[in-house]
C-alpha cells in the first residue's frame, strides 16, 4: 500500500524538530550545562521553612517533605525537643493557600551543587542508618557520582521528625529569568571534600579532581549524562 505524502506543515516539522537544540541555544551545552543555563538559584530565609522525614504507611519508612511558612497569618508547623525534633505538621489541618507552602516530592524539590542542576541525575531519600536518619542524596541508576549525606534527624523516634542539614547545605529557590518558581533546591556550593581545591563545583565527570583530592564515598565517574529536565513548579495542595 503506498502511503500518502506528509502535508507541508508537517515536512516543515519534521525538518526543524533535530535543529531544536540549536534554536534553544542548547545546542553547545551537556544537559546539565544546559539546565544549569536555563535556571538560576535565589537566597532564601532558612528560617521560613523546615526538612521533615515524614512517615510513609506503617511508619517504617520516610520521605522528605519541605514546608513553608509563606505569611505570619498562622504557623504551619511547630518544632519540638532535640535530637530528634519532631515536628508537628499544623498545615493539614486547615486551607493554608496563601499561608503556607509544602514541597513533597521531586516535583517541589532537587538536588543543586554550585552552577549544576541535578534533578535528574540525583535522587533524594530519607534512610535509617543505625539509631538516625538520613537524607541521601544518590545518582540514579547508570549514572555516575558520590553518595551525599544531606541532611540528619540526629535521632530516631516515631512520627515527623526534624531534619538538620549537614554543614554547607541550605535551601534556595530555583530562578527562571526573573521569576521566582514553586521549586527549591537542596544547594551546596561545592562538592563535598572539593571546598579547598575547586572555588567553583563542576558536574562529576566534566573535570578532573584536584590533585591530591577524591571524591567522597565515590571514585570519580568517567561520564555523566543526564537526559534533559522539563521546568515544573510545586503548587500548593488544597
Not at 551545552?29 to 538560576?40: D, K
Not at 516530592?105 to 532537587?110: F, P, V
Not at 549544576?116 to 536518619?133: A, E, F, M
Not at 535521632?155 to 547545605?169: A, M
Request: charged fraction near 15%; aromatic fraction near 8%.
Amino acid at each position: 500500500m503506498r502511503l500518502a505524502p506528509l502535508p507541508p506543515v508537517l515536512k516543515t516539522l519534521r525538518t526543524l524538530v533535530p535543529s531544536l537544540p540549536v534554536l534553544l541555544g542548547l545546542g553547545a551545552f551537556g544537559p546539565a550545562e544546559a539546565q544549569a543555563a536555563l535556571f538560576n538559584a535565589l537566597e532564601l530565609d532558612q528560617s521560613k521553612f523546615v526538612l521533615v522525614a515524614a512517615p510513609i504507611g506503617d511508619g517504617l519508612r520516610a520521605q522528605l517533605n519541605i514546608y513553608e511558612q509563606v505569611s505570619d497569618r498562622r504557623p504551619c508547623f511547630s518544632t519540638s525537643g532535640s535530637s530528634p525534633a519532631r515536628v508537628e505538621p499544623l498545615l493539614g489541618s486547615f486551607d493554608f493557600t496563601g499561608i503556607c507552602s509544602r514541597y513533597l516530592d521531586a516535583n517541589g524539590y532537587s538536588l543543586r551543587v554550585g552552577g549544576s542542576d541535578l534533578g535528574t541525575v540525583y535522587r533524594l531519600s530519607v534512610v535509617r542508618q543505625g539509631s538516625d536518619n538520613i537524607l541521601l542524596a544518590a545518582p540514579g541508576r547508570n549514572q555516575g557520582g558520590p553518595e551525599m549525606v544531606v541532611a540528619r534527624t540526629q535521632g530516631h523516634s516515631d512520627g515527623f521528625l526534624q531534619l538538620v542539614p549537614e554543614l554547607g547545605w541550605r535551601l534556595m529557590r530555583r530562578q527562571f529569568g526573573t521569576r521566582a518558581l514553586g521549586h527549591v533546591y537542596l544547594y551546596r556550593d561545592t562538592w563535598p571534600g572539593q571546598e579547598a581545591n575547586q572555588p567553583e563545583a563542576a558536574l562529576p565527570g566534566t573535570s578532573d579532581p584536584a590533585p591530591g583530592s577524591q571524591w567522597p564515598d565515590a571514585v570519580a565517574p568517567a561520564s555523566l549524562v543526564p537526559p534533559p529536565v522539563v521546568p515544573a513548579t510545586a503548587q500548593p495542595s488544597p
